[in-house]
């Protein structure tokens, strides 16, 4: 699914910059180290990776998606299933082994979704998508109606509230206004955050029911030319979408932490936590217009105005709804692909994946990234077929049910947890590839310099310049522009010499390897005026006429993602950054400590807490500085194989084994996605989020659970630093 | 005129605030003072002061504003004509003595206003107001098409180019895109600054014609509920209004700086330098439409896109428009009402005014100014009746030709700017004297304390607290309330404990006074959600059903604009506030300092400024302290008077008798209207234009006259310290 309701062209860069001293030498300005390789190791790896980037090709890129795009292929069909087999095909002609691995879940496709007005007059809404007959994609019978998969069936009758975003700081303005969603429809527009927690928080506050549309202003008409004339959404365009209970847990809703296979135990559906409980609709914003023009009750506060051609009023009023919903749930069977290429050393996986189902054809989200990756795989197939061998093994993944909530990684993480957390180096992920030529990336603390790094390696398709330089750049003139647009003080651009990189928030598959298996990650891809998502409309059309009509972005991502796996296949020394990562947890501790001390909560907690973010800072400085001679004096094998099982230990280390609180799944204790704050990552969550609640005992025990965490990693940064001074003294 | 583009509810309150001592002493807590005012008067004052304040009445300002509003009365027909007798009539009911005061002024009246699109498309544009039945005003046949006027008579067809605001801001945009209106027609939202501005903008840029339209963004269906259902102007209502380039200089435009009596000498209409060159004319949101959804070119700058139902294009493209204005130009007749209740000292005047011209019915503007200051008026007279006598006298007056260009005041303070230098002590405006429940003021820095000191003995009428409470209180949540609309660093709210008031910028008639003449002077009244500015719904429904149903702002504004009358009146010695202003001089005075150093100008110039400014602080603080002693122990009649005389010279000092460079009518060094910076006033605008225009040579001539000026002023305080000491010790 991606995180794409940000609006690009007037994004928020939440720069979360740390300068500090790389942990790993990197050479001479004459002869350029590159972070975690052997000086006499880096001649051979600038020249592999310069092989490599020769191969991906925009023709086949473009080719690549022209086929994964001719049909839709959602989840649980038959049409998903051909994709698999596609995909695996493609990896088993490059030289992998590929296989398809199968899951059957719990899911729900739609068997009516009925939406009408039926006050103050009768109207049928839930009017499909347009077809224009300049793109024949939009007219096929195939594509599914605009639903939000995990809604359960209903028949509800009431009148209409609108709630704006539908998000907490929404509903404290309605209780300010005396005015309540119970027993009414709450009408929410898409953007603010993940469209599961409108329905959860619709469904706290007692509404019966929730229609979600897509404001014009957030990315029709008034962000820019819509489809097809330009890449923004048609008046008639639907955002789908899930509205499982992702920040709960995402994956199967019947088997939590387990993998769903054939013969797992699984939950009754009514005792699923991740299940909405009110129906949910989307619909697109030629309906919305005819539900919000009338509403009655007091016009909005100024914020809430969106770009219909009218003054919006909150309600209720005149306008009565009608929804009717008939769901068809089923066990339904999911196709992920895992493709591997052998390494000399097997027992170390970097892994790299993104999900082929789609809603409708999906040539952003995801066909961009699968595209990417087939290139990327390609070119690791000529380089074997030229004789090299991956130092270690390559997997590369491609899910299926990643839309309904993640399911097929999810699953497969559950199913292979204690491997991945033995083996896996890293999880490269890449979801909406390419939507434009602006490229993002979101990673954990100690993978941030090395995507830094690598991008300073690819040139920028329409620039003479570096991909990173033209990062940088629009970062810089982003935080410079005169704009209209308030930038809160946290956005400030802190260090005007480095790119920012977001934390990991929600929203694809790098979740269970990050949040639950604590295996290092980062997402990345090129993102730009997109306002198609989820609709029927992101095509290979709107990829040739918008989005990338060279597909340069395409072979720009799969250089970038080739030359990280690279980076993290060959190195002797993993170039993790934990120095970095140290500083920017200290900085979160801070702000903790902060905003406890304001809320008169812990005091008898938070010095443990600031105690270990401290010794954490102090461990992590010491093993950078040990790294730096052990990375400039190889040892053997074996040390190095034992130095680098640590360096990748340091983030399982912070995973709490009993997980956060009342949502024991995500286990990691720095980043977890907000169970009401949107996309965007909750640092610290455990804590922060008993502080949202004031809920001083929860936040004593997250506390703990954090302190402990932060002096595991300590242990284990104190034994990387020992493990290098023993070798190198 | 008034301003009014402001949005008010989102406004940004440019609060310029100095903390420094009162100049005068307000007495002990148990006997609080009065400014200005000895000891032994303060009890008298505050009498005087309860009996004026028990007088207004709402009934009485309703029925004024029913009669003022009863026909559409534009200044240079017979409607206005009769306005004013009216209004006379009223004056000596309340035992004035009152006259009406005739000028010849070069005014034009539209005799065809026509457009039209003429490709892609034909369709005919320039469509009327809308009437509705629910209100009969707005079916009148004598209602004014809408048009601006002092445009020229013209008929040009052009492709059409949108330029947002058409500021200069703007056009460094289009610049950048590489677009231009040379050859073409412009077309403009309202909004951002004085509409003569974007004609001399668009002028300068030689387009042939400049449409000038109300964006639903900006006060329309955006902002909030339209009329007739709420105060925001409905998509078929037009601005009208001046295109005079008063800025340059305000007033007939063929007699600069004298009066325009019949024998007085005019310059050919070809020679009146604040005349526009290109046809200009008003449309409606709905007409508009029809243009901007016809450009071509590419898609806006996001800040561009206003609230219309599609994506704005800067064009050119398919829309062509055909322009067709023929403007009936003549000599008209103005007639001022001048009414004076002449005090025991008529070598003082206290001086207050208003127009009474409106575009049509003008409740708002000018009509709720009227129809509270007639109250204020008949208070006054219901004084006399019950033995009380001015102490000095007071001038009332009733402005006509103000909606064409401030023209009314502006012939009056030329014919009598001898006179009125020697004996007016202040001029008190008001003109949308009520728009809503939100009290504003600007005023000149000496009687920023005067405002907040009255202000503050008045009752808001929707709360138990005062009206300055109340201000100061929205002012404080405005600036801590979290929104997505940015606040610059400059509008913080720097002094949390005083309620902000603004620099006199342009758009009423106080222009002349101050600007001109250097009277010091002031504006108030009550903003709110006003969006039918200069439209025929701005009519007496309008108000009854949004604006001050009860009439009881009225009856406030009443009560300030008396008591501040009363004090500036009473006092034994003016309550001018000059450490203040001097502050205020010194932070304009390092800004332009800093300015000056950053664009490399003026490194001579600069020290004597900074000099003359830092001498005019300290005379200010030393006149101040001995002012303190002074009206502790008031002196003789004839030391008052002196003293007096001081006081008011201090503002004439700062004028520079050759006037601003490239527009010598205004004279004052501290103030005046941007050249092309909005309504808002430019500080130290001599200088710092020439700065704008990087033009070495003017900021040297520039930077002399403001120094002399401020030299000037900082010995008329020099001589008010020695005469305070002298008689005080």
């Known amino acids: 699914m991606a995180v794409t309701t940000r609006r690009v062209r007037s994004a928020i860069i939440l720069a979360s910059i740390v300068v500090f001293p790389a942990a790993i030498s990197r050479g001479t300005q004459e002869n350029p180290g590159i972070r975690g390789f052997a000086p006499a190791h880096v001649a051979a790896e600038r020249a592999l990776e310069q092989q490599l980037r020769a191969?991906?090709?925009?023709?086949?890129?473009?080719?690549?998606?022209?086929?994964?795009?001719?049909?839709?292929?959602?989840?649980?069909?038959?049409?998903?299933?051909?994709?698999?087999?596609?995909?695996?095909?493609?990896?088993?002609?490059?030289?992998?082994?590929?296989?398809?691995?199968?899951?059957?879940?719990?899911?729900?496709?739609?068997?009516?979704?009925?939406?009408?007005?039926?006050?103050?007059?009768?109207?049928?809404?839930?009017?499909?998508?347009?077809?224009?007959?300049?793109?024949?994609?939009?007219?096929?019978?195939?594509?599914?109606?605009?639903?939000?998969?995990?809604?359960?069936?209903?028949?509800?009758?009431?009148?209409v509230v609108y709630v704006n975003y539908g998000m907490q700081a929404d509903y404290r303005e309605l209780e300010k206004l005396g005015i309540s969603v119970d027993g009414k429809i709450a009408i929410a527009r898409y953007g603010g955050c993940y469209r599961g927690i409108k329905t959860k928080l619709a469904e706290e506050h007692k509404a019966l029911g929730l229609i979600i549309y897509s404001d014009p202003e957030d990315d029709g008409y008034v962000a820019g030319d819509v489809f097809p004339n330009g890449p923004w959404r048609p008046m008639t365009g639907i955002q789908r979408g899930s509205v499982e209970y992702t920040q709960i847990y995402p994956g199967d809703p019947l088997t939590p932490g387990v993998a769903s296979t054939a013969n797992a135990k699984r939950l009754a559906p009514a005792d699923a936590a991740n299940l909405p409980r009110i129906p949910t609709m989307p619909i697109n914003s030629q309906d919305a217009s005819v539900i919000l023009e009338n509403l009655g009750g007091p016009h909005v506060p100024r914020q809430w105005q969106g770009g219909l051609p009218f003054t919006y009023h909150i309600g209720p009023g005149a306008a009565v709804a009608h929804m009717k919903l008939a769901m068809d749930y089923q066990q339904r069977t999911l196709y992920d692909v895992i493709a591997k290429l052998r390494g000399t050393n097997d027992g170390e996986w970097v892994v790299l994946g993104n999900h082929h189902d789609a809603w409708v054809y999906g040539a952003v989200d995801p066909g961009s990234g699968t595209a990417t990756m087939l290139e990327t795989a390609r070119a690791f197939g000529?380089?074997?077929?030229?004789?090299?061998?991956?130092?270690?093994?390559?997997?590369?993944?491609?899910?299926?049910?990643?839309?309904?909530?993640?399911?097929?990684?999810?699953?497969?993480?559950?199913?292979?947890?204690?491997?991945?957390?033995?083996?896996?180096?890293?999880?490269?992920?890449?979801?909406?590839?390419?939507?434009?030529?602006?490229?993002?990336?979101?990673?954990?603390?100690?993978?941030?310099?090395?995507?830094?790094?690598?991008?300073?390696?690819?040139?920028?398709?329409?620039?003479?310049?570096?991909?990173?330089?033209?990062?940088?750049?629009?970062?810089?003139?982003?935080?410079?522009?005169?704009?209209?647009?308030a930038r809160p003080p946290s956005a400030k651009f802190t260090a005007p010499g480095e790119a920012p990189i977001e934390a990991l928030g929600?929203?694809?598959?790098?979740?269970?390897?990050?949040?639950?298996?604590?295996?290092?990650?980062?997402?990345?891809?090129?993102?730009?005026?997109?306002?198609?998502?989820?609709?029927?409309?992101?095509?290979?059309?709107?990829?040739?006429?918008?989005?990338?009509?060279?597909?340069?972005?395409?072979?720009?991502?799969?250089?970038?993602?080739?030359?990280?796996?690279?980076?993290?296949?060959?190195?002797?020394?993993?170039?993790?950054?934990?120095?970095?990562?140290?500083?920017?947890?200290?900085?979160?501790?801070?702000?903790?400590?902060?905003?406890?001390?304001?809320?008169?909560?812990?005091?008898?907690?938070?010095?443990?807490?600031?105690?270990?973010?401290?010794?954490?800072?102090a461990s992590a400085a010491h093993a950078s500085q040990a790294l730096q001679q052990w990375s400039n004096a190889p040892p053997n094998a074996a040390k190095q194989y034992e130095m680098n099982r640590d360096l990748v230990s340091v983030e399982q280390a912070l995973l709490a084994p009993e997980g956060l609180s009342g949502r024991t799944w995500y286990k990691h204790t720095i980043y977890a996605p907000g169970t009401y704050a949107g996309y965007a990552a909750e640092v610290l969550p455990g804590a922060n989020e008993a502080l949202d609640r004031q809920d001083a005992g929860t936040f004593t025990r997250e506390s703990a659970a954090l302190g402990a965490a932060l002096l595991r990693a300590s242990t284990r940064l104190d034994e990387i630093a020992r493990l290098a001074s023993s070798t190198t003294q």
Not at 74 to 90: F, I, N
Request: proline content about 7%; some cysteine.
């Open 506 to 617: 929600a929203g694809s598959d790098f979740c269970p390897f990050f949040d639950h298996a604590g295996i290092p990650a980062l997402d990345a891809g090129f993102i730009g005026d997109y306002g198609v998502y989820h609709s029927m409309y992101d095509d290979f059309y709107w990829m040739k006429k918008f989005g990338d009509p060279t597909f340069e972005f395409h072979v720009a991502l799969a250089k970038i993602l080739g030359t990280l796996a690279l980076r993290l296949d060959e190195s002797d020394t993993l170039p993790f950054d934990y120095a970095a990562y140290a500083a920017e947890i200290s900085r979160a501790a801070n702000d903790l400590a902060t905003r406890a001390a304001k809320q008169g909560i812990g005091s008898a907690d938070v010095p443990a807490v600031s105690d270990a973010a401290a010794r954490l800072t």
């Open 55 to 159: 191969i991906p090709d925009p023709a086949r890129a473009e080719s690549n998606l022209r086929h994964i795009t001719s049909e839709p292929h959602m989840a649980g069909t038959e049409a998903s299933h051909r994709v698999a087999e596609w995909l695996r095909d493609q990896y088993r002609s490059y030289g992998f082994d590929a296989d398809i691995v199968s899951y059957s879940v719990w899911l729900a496709q739609p068997r009516e979704v009925h939406l009408e007005l039926i006050a103050p007059d009768k109207k049928a809404l839930a009017t499909p998508e347009q077809p224009f007959a300049v793109d024949p994609d939009t007219s096929d019978k195939n594509i599914v109606v605009g639903f939000n998969t995990f809604s359960p069936s209903g028949d509800v009758t009431a009148p």
């Open 382 to 485: 000529e380089l074997v077929r030229a004789g090299w061998k991956p130092r270690r093994t390559i997997v590369m993944c491609e899910w299926d049910g990643e839309e309904p909530g993640l399911m097929g990684s999810t699953e497969w993480v559950e199913a292979n947890r204690a491997e991945l957390q033995a083996k896996a180096v890293a999880y490269l992920n890449t979801d909406v590839g390419v939507a434009g030529p602006n490229f993002t990336a979101s990673a954990t603390p100690s993978l941030k310099e090395l995507v830094r790094d690598v991008t300073r390696e690819v040139q920028d398709p329409r620039d003479v310049r570096s991909v990173y330089n033209v990062w940088l750049d629009r970062a810089t003139r982003q935080q410079e522009e005169p704009s209209g647009i």
